[in-house]
T-cell receptor
């Protein structure tokens, strides 16, 4: 399809395990965002990639969280040594908007992470 | 940094009535204000947006107004329908990023 694709859609893991969440943005979109949405809550910014520029990591809650974006396309969010408070829906969004002019974000359906 | 507040947190209206959701922001440098609708189990989807050089924008039953002086913007939905039931988020641009409000759960009662 032509939308943002995220995988897995659901992930259940045990406390202390590492998890990887994947995002395939819309082809040609240079900007990619990761947000976290806890149950019934708003969207918490995690990290932002724009083209080949250094990512904005200011929203990452701890050094257990990291993200990469390879070849300006696919992105992987990694959470090491997961904790129960990491349980949430992780949303990825992409945008064609240039750095100088913010515009529409296209969201994926999210990856629901449950840490037991 | 930017802070976005949103009210009410929940809103119930009768089908056919109007719904209004209000947001305030703190950073006067913000210049783009989108509204997103999130249905259960799905990602948010843009329904309307407004830039700071415009005071109002309308798209069929949906309108957004912006008061830059007061730093607030509002979403107006007229002639509400059951399919309008969802969670609505406002957002304000913050540099290259966005800060989202906490959301409003709208229920349209038949």
């Amino acid at each position: 399809g032509a939308g943002v694709s995220q995988s897995p859609s659901n992930k259940v893991t045990e406390k202390g395990k590492d998890v990887e969440l994947r995002c395939d943005p819309i082809s040609g979109h240079t900007a990619l965002y990761w947000y976290r949405q806890s149950l019934g809550q708003g969207l918490e910014f995690l990290i932002y990639f724009q083209g080949n520029s250094a990512p904005d990591k200011s929203g990452l809650p701890s050094d257990r969280f990291s993200a990469e974006r390879t070849g300006g396309s696919v992105s992987t969010l990694t959470i090491q040594r997961t904790q129960q408070e990491d349980s949430a829906v992780y949303l990825c969004a992409s945008s064609r908007a240039p750095r100088s002019l913010p515009g529409e974000l296209f969201f994926g359906e999210g990856s629901r992470l449950t840490v037991l | 940094g930017e802070n976005v507040e949103q009210h009410p947190s929940t809103l119930s209206v009768q089908e056919g009535d109007s719904a209004v959701i209000k947001c305030t922001y703190s950073d006067s440098a913000s210049n783009y204000f989108p509204w997103y609708k999130q249905e259960l189990g799905k990602g948010p989807q843009l329904i309307i947006d407004i830039r700071s050089n415009v005071g109002e924008k309308k798209d069929q039953r949906i309108a957004v107004t912006l008061n830059k002086t007061a730093k607030h913007f509002s979403l107006h939905i007229t002639e509400t329908q059951p399919e309008d039931s969802a969670v609505y988020f406002c957002a304000a641009s913050y540099g290259q990023n966005f800060v989202f409000g906490p959301g409003t759960r709208l229920s349209v009662l038949p």
